[in-house]
């Protein structure tokens, strides 16, 4: 861990105690009481408490503005949304696979990278195109791949066991420049929140390295992303759509955490992409294949929203031939 910037901090306290102690010198000249120790005890108790609120709330304070300067991509909205869409128990089965008990360990050290990989159409919808049902009824934040889907569970099952998860859900949508700065951005400031310890590392506005941390200076954050990462410990990065940053970009994330951030996993989840599972393959990824075990999720989610959705498409004018083509595909799909 770099100490430096933690010095003035310390300094200021150690002042503080400096001053605590001066004024119990003080008091051991003159004829005392045990009252006046107790009472003295106590004043130097409250001055310490009232020291490290204050500290708190300007290390607070500073940091609440450099992220509103630096402006870091948030997800936990995209996070909230898939899994207020998701079915209960979906995804049990890939917590059960081997490589992901391993991954979801902290302690154990052999699987530090996993690829989640999806084919398009892995997900709920899916279950409409094997029966040759135009699913482009469905609003585009209920057509997501199984692969995000997963995502997102596996990031709630580590909040829940008190992991530190930094998370990007990377959309076509963003700006395609940028993608891996904005991403390493992201998990910076997720990581500096989750563990206020850590945020004098953080360089502040009168600080020479500022400028670069609000501009376009890859190596700058991603050597400041793994100083914090390597003072937080065990840590996982779940990161869906790899596939949507750029080849150079990804390859860097996976590089950095491989070998410079030795107690953080990396799941990463994706389409199938060559080029993605070449690179997997040279750094000896273990791989989940999504649309190889994720058919009873589908039924499970296809069931649980059939009746809502075959009365919202009777609001919205759909025929009577449709719904019906629709609800025979969900009886057969029970039958399987």
Not at 224 to 250: H, K, M, N
Not at 268 to 277: H, K, N
Not at 279 to 302: C, Q
Request: glycine residues 6%; contains cysteine; charged residues 25%.
């Amino acid at each position: 861990m770099t100490l430096e910037p933690f010095w003035p901090n310390v300094r200021s306290k150690i002042d503080k105690i400096q001053d605590n102690i001066n004024s119990h010198k003080a008091l051991m000249t003159v004829n005392v009481t045990l009252e006046n120790i107790l009472r003295a005890q106590r004043a130097r108790k409250l001055a310490l408490d009232e020291y490290d609120r204050a500290a708190r709330f300007r290390e607070h304070q500073t940091f609440s503005t450099i992220r509103d300067e630096v402006r870091p991509e948030g997800y936990d909205e995209k996070l909230a949304g898939i899994l207020q869409q998701t079915s209960e128990g979906s995804g049990a089965w890939v917590a059960e696979q081997d490589d992901m008990k391993r991954w979801l360990d902290p302690v154990d050290r052999t699987a530090r990278c996993l690829w989640l990989c999806g084919i398009p159409g892995a997900g709920a919808f899916l279950f409409f195109s094997s029966f040759s049902i135009n699913y482009s009824f469905l609003p585009s934040d209920k057509r997501r791949p199984g692969k995000t889907y997963l995502a997102g569970n596996i990031i709630q099952r580590l909040q829940r066991s008190g992991q530190c998860a930094l998370f990007a859900f990377i959309s076509h949508e963003q700006r395609p420049i940028g993608r891996g700065l904005s991403v390493r951005k992201s998990l910076l400031f997720q990581a500096l929140a989750a563990d206020p310890s850590l945020r004098p590392m953080l360089p502040n506005q009168a600080h020479a390295d500022y400028p670069r941390l609000l501009g376009r200076d890859h190596g700058s954050v991603r050597d400041l992303l793994c100083s914090v990462l390597a003072s937080v410990g065990p840590a996982f990065i779940v990161l869906d759509g790899l596939d949507e940053i750029d080849e150079v970009g990804w390859k860097d994330v996976l590089a950095t955490v491989k070998d410079r951030c030795v107690e953080t996993k990396v799941l990463v989840a994706s389409r199938y992409l060559r080029r993605i599972s070449t690179t997997l393959e040279t750094h000896a990824v273990a791989t989940v294949l999504v649309n190889k075990h994720n058919g009873v999720d589908i039924r499970e989610f296809v069931h649980a929203k059939s009746r809502d959705m075959l009365l919202d498409l009777e609001r919205q004018g759909a025929s009577k031939g449709d719904r019906s083509g629709i609800q025979t595909a969900l009886v057969n799909c029970g039958q399987v």
